[in-house]
């Protein structure tokens, strides 16, 4: 995960160091104070998501029954697999967001080209850069620093130019968190599966396999198909 990470921050104009620390603090101080922060900047989704991933890391599907579930959940946490996964892409959003707020003094064409790349690449205009960055600053009360948050940004009005900005901002996130933090991308379920139907004895041995090879291919398909793209 570290060396996706700083692919990925290297890509946004990001400091992989800082992301990397931040990461380290999350996951081994257990810091409540970073944790605080991802909730309020709107990052609290994907720990929410975490039962979810388990067992669908076990069965190859979201939902199922409730023991296998929670027995995937615990398994993940008792590994530290869980904890380490949800510090990384929370550590990622954090210093994502605080990328952007640090460049909101600039206008869209002064913007360093890591970040006017990765805006032009999840479709943020230059009048949605103008929508974001005069945007109030949300400030954390308790280490002081500013954010622009995209509930922010959206302003409460639903279908507006602004919500419209704030929801590519945020999907920019998701998106760049994705690729730092990788899980299994559909794409190569779907492959590997060969849209054999679970329950099958073919299905069940495509699902096993996609269990222990679909992490690695996912790396490979997530940013061979980026550098293909380049």
Do not use: C
Request: aromatic share 8%.
């Amino acid at each position: 995960d570290t060396t996706t990470q700083g692919l990925t921050a290297r890509m946004n104009g990001m400091s992989a160091t800082s992301l990397i620390a931040r990461h380290m603090r999350m996951f081994a101080a257990n810091s409540d104070v970073d944790r605080k922060l991802a909730l309020q900047l709107g990052f609290g989704a994907q720990g929410m998501a975490s039962r979810a991933l388990g067992a669908q890391r076990i069965m190859g599907e979201v939902t199922g029954p409730e023991l296998t579930e929670r027995l995937a959940d615990t398994a993940l946490r008792a590994g530290f697999l869980s904890p380490w996964t949800e510090s990384g892409r929370w550590a990622f959003g954090i210093e994502m967001l605080a990328h952007v707020t640090n460049s909101a003094s600039k206008s869209f064409d002064e913007l360093d080209t890591a970040l006017k790349g990765s805006f032009q690449r999840h479709g943020i205009t230059p009048e949605d850069w103008e929508l974001i960055r005069t945007t109030e600053q949300w400030v954390d009360a308790e280490s002081g620093a500013s954010f622009i948050r995209a509930e922010d940004v959206a302003r409460g009005e639903f279908g507006t130019p602004a919500f419209d900005a704030a929801n590519r901002l945020q999907q920019a996130i998701f998106v760049e968190t994705e690729f730092a933090i990788v899980s299994a991308a559909p794409q190569v379920r779907s492959v590997l599966t060969a849209g054999e139907p679970a329950g099958s004895v073919w299905g069940e041995v495509m699902r096993n396999t996609a269990l222990f090879k679909g992490f690695p291919l996912s790396i490979q398909y997530l940013h061979w198909s980026r550098i293909m793209a380049m």
